[in-house]
C-alpha cells in the first residue's frame, strides 16, 4: 500500500467528507427510522423485510456487469445477514443455533470485507472468480453446518461441538466498561473496528474510491444491525442501509470507470463531451501538450513518462479562473473555461504553464537509498524540468462550435510548438 504522507492527508481532510456522503446519509436515516419506527407506514414496514434482498440484487448484476467480483460477494454477504438475523438468529438465546450463526457471521462479516478489499479483482467467470465463490460457498455452509449440528451429529456430540464453538467466540478479550453494552462478541468487535480504520486508511491513501467508501458504510450499517439483533425492523433497516451504500458505490465506480481516467484521475475524454454539451455562447477551450515527451519515454522509459503525466495532472486539477481539465489523450490535455473569453483564460493558462516549470521531476535511480537522510547526501536523483505547451481559443461566429474552438486551439498549440514550446499561444 503507498506510504500515507502530509499530501494525502491534506486532500482526505477535503475530500473524505464527500467520499462519506452517501454512507453516511443512509446511516442517518436507517437510525431514523429505528428511534422513530412507530411513525414508519405500515406498507413500508412490511417492506422492509423484502428490501435488502432487493437492492442487494441490483447491486450485484451491477457489479457482475462491470466484472466487479468484490462488490457481488460483498452484497451476498450482507443478504446472508440479514436472512440470517431475520430468520435462524432471529433469537440468540444462549446456547441456541441462532447464537452459534450470529457469533460466527459478527466475525466473519468484516473479516470477508477486508479480504474481498485486499484481494487482486479477477473477475467472477474466470477460475480465480469460481475458487472464491466455492471458498464463499463452503464458509456459509460451515457456519451453518455448526449452527445446525443438532440436525446431523448425535445431540450430546453436536452439543459439545457448539458449546466450544461458542467458547472461542465469545472469548472476553475488551474491558467491561469501555464499550456501550451488545452482544457483539469482543472478538468480532476487535476485528470490526480494526476493519474500520483499515477502510479509512484505504480511503486516504488511495484518493477516496468508491468502493472503499461503500464499504465501509456497509461495514458501520452491518454491525449497526448486528447489534440490534432479536428487533426485526431495526436489523433490515440497518441492512438496508449497508445493501444501499454499496449500490450507490457501484453506480459511482462505473462512473469513475466510464468518464475518469485511471492513469491522472482527470476526467477523460467521454466527460470533456460532456461538459461540452453544457456550454453556452461563451467559452474558452484550451489544449496542453507536454513537451518533448516522446523523447522523454524513449530515454526514461514508459514508467517515468507515466510518472511526469500524474505530475502535470495533479497541477492542472488545481487551475484557476474556474477551468475544468481533462485528459484527452496521450500526452494532451484539455482546460474548458465555460462563460471566459480567451483573454480571461490567458492569466491563468500562464500561471498553470509556470507552475509546472517551476515543479520540475525528479528521476529516481533504481538502486537510490531508501532512507531521506541518505537520499540528501546522494542528491536524490536526478532533476529534470518539465514543460508544457498551450493553445487557447473561444466561441466566436468563425468558431461557433466546441469543435471548431478545440480545432482553433489545437492549431494555437501547434503556434506554440513552434514558437519554441513553453508557452501560450492563442
Known amino acids: 500500500m503507498t506510504a500515507i504522507t502530509a499530501d494525502n492527508l491534506g486532500r482526505a481532510a477535503i475530500r473524505l467528507p464527500m467520499a462519506m456522503f452517501w454512507p453516511a446519509l443512509f446511516l442517518a436515516a436507517a437510525w431514523g427510522a429505528t428511534a ?28 457482475w456487469r462491470f466484472n466487479r467480483s468484490r462488490l457481488v460477494f460483498s452484497l451476498a454477504a450482507v443478504s446472508i445477514g440479514h436472512w440470517m438475523m431475520t430468520g435462524p438468529a432471529s433469537s440468540i438465546r444462549p446456547g441456541s443455533s441462532g447464537e452459534i450463526g450470529y457469533m460466527a457471521y459478527a466475525l466473519l462479516f468484516p473479516a470477508g470485507l477486508m479480504v ?26 460451515a457456519v451453518l453446518a455448526l449452527a445446525a449440528a443438532e440436525q446431523w451429529l448425535v445431540r450430546d456430540i453436536a452439543a459439545n461441538v457448539q458449546a466450544v464453538a461458542v467458547q472461542w467466540l465469545s472469548v472476553p478479550m475488551i474491558p467491561s ?24 486508511m484505504r480511503l486516504i491513501v488511495l484518493g477516496n474510491p468508491p468502493l472503499e467508501s461503500g464499504a465501509l458504510g456497509g461495514l458501520i450499517a452491518g454491525g449497526m444491525a448486528l447489534h440490534f439483533a432479536g428487533n426485526i425492523q431495526a436489523v433490515s433497516v440497518f441492512f438496508t442501509a449497508a445493501a444501499g451504500s454499496m449500490l450507490i458505490a457501484a453506480i459511482q465506480d462505473g462512473y469513475r470507470l466510464a468518464f475518469v481516467d485511471e492513469l491522472t484521475g482527470l476526467p477523460a475524454r467521454r466527460a470533456l463531451m460532456m461538459e461540452t454539451m453544457k456550454l453556452g455562447h461563451r467559452y474558452a477551450i484550451a489544449m496542453l501538450d507536454v513537451d518533448h515527451f516522446k523523447k522523454f519515454n524513449d530515454t526514461y522509459g514508459h514508467d517515468i513518462g507515466d510518472q511526469v503525466l500524474r505530475m502535470v495532472a495533479s497541477r492542472m486539477a488545481r487551475v484557476s479562473g474556474g477551468g475544468k481539465s481533462f485528459r484527452y489523450g496521450g500526452e494532451e490535455f484539455t482546460v474548458v473555461f465555460p462563460g471566459k473569453v480567451t483573454e480571461e483564460a490567458l492569466p491563468h493558462l500562464d500561471a498553470l504553464r509556470q507552475s509546472i516549470e517551476d515543479s520540475g521531476f525528479v528521476i529516481r535511480a533504481k538502486d537510490r537509498a531508501k532512507t531521506k537522510k541518505a537520499q540528501k547526501k546522494t542528491g536524490g536523483g536526478k532533476r529534470v524540468s518539465v514543460t508544457i505547451s498551450i493553445g487557447v481559443s473561444e466561441r466566436s461566429d468563425k468558431h461557433p462550435t466546441p469543435e471548431t474552438v478545440t480545432k482553433a486551439a489545437d492549431e494555437a498549440l501547434y503556434r506554440a510548438k513552434k514558437g519554441g514550446r513553453n508557452r501560450v499561444a492563442k
Do not use: C
Request: aromatic share 8%; net charge positive.
Open 36 to 63: 422513530y419506527a412507530e411513525r414508519v407506514p405500515q406498507v413500508v414496514q412490511g417492506l422492509l423485510i423484502y428490501l435488502p434482498h432487493a437492492i442487494s440484487l441490483v447491486g450485484a448484476v451491477i457489479g
Open 116 to 141: 474481498l478489499s485486499v484481494l487482486k479483482e479477477r473477475g467472477l467467470l474466470t477460475r480465480h472468480g469460481v475458487t472464491r465463490t466455492a471458498i464463499f460457498a463452503g464458509l456459509s455452509a
Open 177 to 200: 466498561g469501555w464499550i456501550p453494552e451488545t452482544g457483539i462478541p469482543d472478538l468480532a468487535i476487535i476485528v470490526f473496528v480494526a476493519t474500520t480504520a483499515y477502510f479509512i
